[in-house]
C-alpha cells in the first residue's frame, strides 16, 4: 500500500516549489504537469458541477444505451462493496458523471465535493484524476489519495477503467470510489472485470443490432422484388417468402414457415425440383399448388446461398409469372401499335367509308379481315384497329405469314419446347400467340398460309388455346386477330387452297381497302405529306410538286399502290435540283393499262431493281433471286427490253 503522508509531501513540493524529483509514479507526475499547464487550481474544495438538471437528462437520455448495458453491472459491483464506504459512478466519454450508485454516507460525502451526477470530472477541469487521466491515457487507472492534483480528492481513492465500443472508441468509464483508508488491492482489478463484461455485452448487442441491421436489410430487398421469392434451407425447408409468393400460390406464411417447399408446390415433368439439389436459371414450369386446383406458369431461377466458408446453406428460388415476363419482352421490344386513324392520310369517299368501318371494328373484339392490293395500309389500319380497342395498352404483334417459310411458321406462332428440333433454343421459346396475350395478332398475307397450318389456326380461334411444336401442356391465350390479305379469298376457297371453315372465322369483320387508283383525290394529300417529309430530311427547305409532275401522278395506274407512290417521290426529290420536284425521265410512271394487277407488281419490281443496280442486269436479276435469262424474257414481256 503506497504512503500517504509521503505521497502528501511529495504532492506539496511540486505544488508550491515546482520540484519535479519527487517520490510518485511517473504516470502521475505527467498528469501532474499536464494540469498545472490546463491552469487548474490545486486548492479547489470541489468539483466543477458542468450540467443543469436539463442538460443532465439530455445527457442521460444520448448515453442511454452504455447506461441500460452498464446498470446491471454496476449494481452487482456495488452489491460486493455495499456497506465499506464506496461508490460506483459511469461517466461519459468526456469525464461527466451520469450515473451514481452508493451508500447514503458515501454519497453524502460526494456531494460536498460535488462528486455528482452532471459534474465534470475530466483531466482539463479537475487534474489528475481516475476518471479523467483514465480517459486522456485510455487504460485503467488508480489515483491513491494525494496522487490526485486538486486537494478536494485527498480524501479518496479512485479505480476507473475505459469503456470501449466494438469499433474500440472510448464511450464511457466506470469508476469506484471511496475513501483512501479503505482502498484493496483488487479494487482496480474488479473495475476492470466489469468493464470488460460490459464491452462483451455491448460487442453481443453490436451483433444483435447488425443482424437486425441485416434482416431488416434482407427483409425489404425480399419484400422490394418485383418477382415471387421463396428462400429455403439445403434441405428445403421453407426461411422466408414475401408478399407476392403468398399472393402468386394463394398461400398463408404461418402456414408455410419450416414446411418443405416441394410439399407445398408440384413441378408439371419433374421430382424433387425444389428439394435442395439443383440449381438452374430461367426455366419454364407449369406449376400446381398441392391441395389445390391452382396451376400457375412461371419462369424459374433457383440459385444457391453460401457460407462465408463456401458451404451450401440454402437456396434463393425466384418465380416470374410467364404473363409478365411476356409484358416485359412486348416492353422491351415495344410490341405496340404506333398508328392511330388520325395519322392515316386520305378523305375520299370510298377510303372514308373503310374508316368507319375499321372504327366499327376497333369497338368490338370480333376478328377483322383487311382485304386490299398491296401498298393500300392494311398494316396501318390494323394498328389503328388495335389502338383504338379496348386492348390498346396490350401487345401489338405482327408476323407476316408469306415472309416465314412454311416449316418454321409454326413454332413462330405456337413457339416450341426444349429439345422440339434440331436447333431449337435451350429451354424452348414462346410464339407469337404467348406473346401477344391480351392484345391483338396481326396475320398478314394470310393466304400465304399452307393448308396445315390453317387447321392449327382454326383450333386457335375455337378454344383460344395454344399447345407448342413438340409439348403436350395447353396454355390458353386471349388474343385478337386481324388477318390482312391481298387475295381473293374466295375464290382461294373455291380452288381449295384456303379452309372454307378457316375463312369463315376470319370473315366476321371484313374491310376492304382500295387502290390508290380508285381514290385519285387523295393522292395530292400523299404527295404534299410525302414531298415535305423527305425535303426534311434531306435539308432541302420547302418543296412543292411541279403542276406537269402532279399531272403524271394522278394519271398513273399506282399497280403498287401509297407504297409505290412513296418511293417514286423518294427518288424525285433525291434527283431534284430545286424547290420545285418533278419527274425526271429516269422515274417511268406506269400509266393506266389492261395489265392485271399481279402483272403490274412484277412490271415494278422490275423497274425498282434494275434503278436500284444502276442499270446492271446481272445485278438486277440477282437482286430478284432469278437467272439473267428470266430478267431479259420479263423485260420483254413487258415491253422493257431499253430500260
Given amino acids: 500500500m503506497k504512503d500517504e503522508q509521503l505521497l502528501k509531501s511529495s504532492w506539496e513540493h511540486f505544488i508550491y516549489h515546482r520540484c519535479l524529483d519527487v517520490d510518485v509514479d511517473p504516470i502521475i507526475l505527467a498528469s501532474w504537469q499536464r494540469a498545472k499547464a490546463y491552469g487548474v487550481n490545486p486548492e479547489q474544495k470541489q468539483g ?46 468526456n469525464g461527466i458523471l451520469i450515473k451514481v450508485i452508493g451508500d447514503q454516507v458515501i454519497l453524502q460525502e460526494a456531494e460536498k465535493i460535488l462528486f455528482v451526477e452532471g459534474a465534470d470530472w475530466s483531466e482539463e477541469v479537475m487534474g489528475t484524476n481516475a476518471i479523467g487521466t483514465c480517459i486522456k491515457l485510455d487504460r485503467p487507472l488508480q489515483v491513491y489519495a494525494a496522487e490526485h492534483f486538486s486537494r478536494a480528492c485527498h480524501f479518496w481513492t479512485c479505480s476507473a477503467a475505459p469503456i470501449h465500443n466494438p469499433n474500440g472508441d472510448v464511450v464511457g468509464v466506470l469508476n469506484m470510489s471511496g475513501p483512501f ?21 455491448l460487442r453481443v448487442l453490436d451483433n444483435h443490432q447488425k443482424n437486425e441491421v441485416i434482416h431488416r436489410y434482407l427483409e425489404a430487398t425480399v419484400h422490394a422484388l418485383q418477382d415471387s421469392v421463396a428462400i429455403v434451407d439445403d434441405a428445403g425447408h421453407v426461411l422466408k417468402v414475401n408478399p407476392l409468393f403468398l399472393h402468386m400460390f394463394g398461400l398463408h406464411e404461418e402456414k408455410i414457415k419450416n414446411v418443405l417447399l416441394q410439399d407445398l408446390l408440384r413441378v408439371h415433368g419433374h421430382t424433387n425440383l425444389f428439394s435442395g439439389q439443383q440449381s438452374f436459371l430461367h426455366k419454364e414450369f407449369i406449376i400446381e399448388v398441392k391441395d389445390t386446383n391452382k396451376m400457375v406458369r412461371v419462369l424459374t431461377d433457383v440459385q444457391p446461398i453460401f457460407s462465408l466458408r463456401s458451404e451450401k446453406m440454402g437456396y ?9 415476363v411476356r409484358q416485359f419482352v412486348n416492353h422491351m421490344t415495344d410490341s405496340r401499335a404506333k398508328i392511330a386513324f388520325p395519322d392515316i392520310i386520305g378523305k375520299s369517299r370510298i377510303f372514308l367509308d373503310a374508316i368507319s368501318e375499321a372504327k366499327l371494328s376497333a369497338k368490338c373484339d370480333a376478328t377483322v379481315l383487311l382485304m386490299g392490293e398491296s401498298g393500300t395500309g392494311k398494316d396501318l389500319f390494323a394498328q389503328a384497329i388495335h389502338h383504338e380497342s379496348v386492348r390498346r395498352n396490350k401487345p401489338f404483334i405482327a408476323i407476316n405469314c408469306g415472309a416465314i417459310p412454311r416449316d418454321l411458321l409454326g413454332s413462330e406462332l405456337f413457339g416450341y419446347v426444349d429439345g422440339a428440333f434440331t436447333g431449337a433454343r435451350k429451354g424452348g421459346s414462346a410464339g407469337k400467340f404467348e406473346l401477344a396475350d391480351g392484345g391483338s395478332l396481326f396475320l398478314d398475307e394470310i393466304g400465304e398460309m399452307s393448308l396445315e397450318m390453317q387447321v392449327l389456326l382454326l383450333r386457335v ?3 383460344q388455346e395454344i399447345t407448342r411444336i413438340g409439348g403436350h401442356e395447353v396454355i390458353p391465350v386471349d388474343v385478337r386477330i386481324i388477318a390482312a390479305t391481298n387475295k381473293d379469298l374466295a375464290q382461294e376457297v373455291s380452288s381449295g387452297h384456303f379452309r372454307a371453315d378457316l375463312f369463315y372465322r376470319l370473315h366476321v369483320m371484313p374491310i376492304r381497302l382500295p387502290a390508290l387508283r380508285d381514290r385519285q383525290e387523295d393522292i395530292p394529300l400523299f404527295a404534299e405529306y410525302f414531298i415535305t417529309r423527305f425535303c426534311e430530311k434531306l435539308g432541302k427547305g420547302e418543296c412543292a410538286v411541279s403542276d406537269s409532275a402532279m399531272q403524271e401522278l394522278m394519271h398513273a395506274d399506282w399497280p403498287g399502290n401509297v407504297r409505290e407512290l412513296q418511293n417514286v417521290l423518294e427518288r424525285a ?7 420545285e420536284i418533278v419527274l425526271h425521265s429516269e422515274t417511268k410512271l406506269p400509266s393506266r ?28 436479276a ?4 432469278i437467272s439473267r435469262s428470266t430478267l431479259y424474257r ?10
Avoid at 49 to 65: A, F, M, P, V
Avoid at 634 to 643: A, F, I, M, N, P
Fill in 48 to 93: 466543477q458541477h458542468g450540467l443543469n438538471q436539463r442538460e443532465l437528462q439530455k445527457l442521460q437520455y444520448i448515453s442511454r444505451e452504455i447506461i441500460m448495458t452498464s446498470l446491471s453491472l454496476m449494481e452487482q459491483l456495488y452489491e460486493l462493496v455495499k456497506g465499506s464506504g464506496f461508490m460506483v459512478t459511469l461517466c461519459d466519454p
Fill in 181 to 201: 483508508q479503505k482502498v484493496n488491492a483488487h479494487t482496480l482489478g474488479m473495475v476492470v472485470s466489469a468493464v470488460w463484461a460490459i464491452e462483451n455485452h
Fill in 316 to 324: 434463393l428460388i425466384t418465380f416470374k409469372e410467364m404473363k409478365k
Fill in 461 to 463: 380461334l375455337q378454344t
Fill in 573 to 579: 426529290v433525291i434527283r431534284s435540283s430545286t424547290q
Fill in 593 to 620: 393499262s389492261s395489265l392485271p394487277v399481279k402483272e403490274s407488281i412484277k412490271r415494278e419490281a422490275l423497274i425498282r431493281s434494275i434503278e436500284h443496280c444502276r442499270g446492271n442486269f446481272k445485278e438486277a
Fill in 622 to 625: 440477282k437482286y430478284l433471286g
Fill in 634 to 643: 420479263q423485260l420483254e414481256k413487258y415491253g422493257l427490253r431499253e430500260t
